[in-house]
């Protein structure tokens, strides 16, 4: 098990940028792949982004995609997001998510992460 605590949320205007961070406990990191997820009120929580064990490979929905980056320190148990260009459409609880893989890939599924953070809010106003 991992204990994941995300910070780095807050307030913003449309076009400008965040920083989230995710550290999590725990000497085999690297041993997790990550994804970050998002919950809109009235809205199922829905996939972000993630990357793989090694931070080699990277997956993001398609919203996101190309404004959204995702990096990990696995010498520092930390993954971080990077929102640039950001929509009031992105307005969400965010999640970072944690699942022991096996295999060095990414999985879009939250059903397949076991270990979650308890979230950090971001609002973009428009």
Known sequence: QVQLVESGGGLVQAGGSLRLSCAASGRTFSSYA??????????????????????????????????????RDNAKNTVDLQMNSLKPEDTAVYYCAARLAAMNSVNIYSEAYDNWGQGTQVIVSS
């Not at 994804?35 to 929905?61: H, L």
Request: charged share 25%; glycine share 16%; no cysteine.
């Open 34 to 71: 990550m994804g970050w997820f998002r919950q809109a009120p009235g809205k199922e929580r829905e996939f972000v982004g993630g990357i793989s064990r090694s931070g080699s490979s990277t997956y993001y929905e398609d919203s996101v995609k190309g404004r959204f980056t995702i990096s």
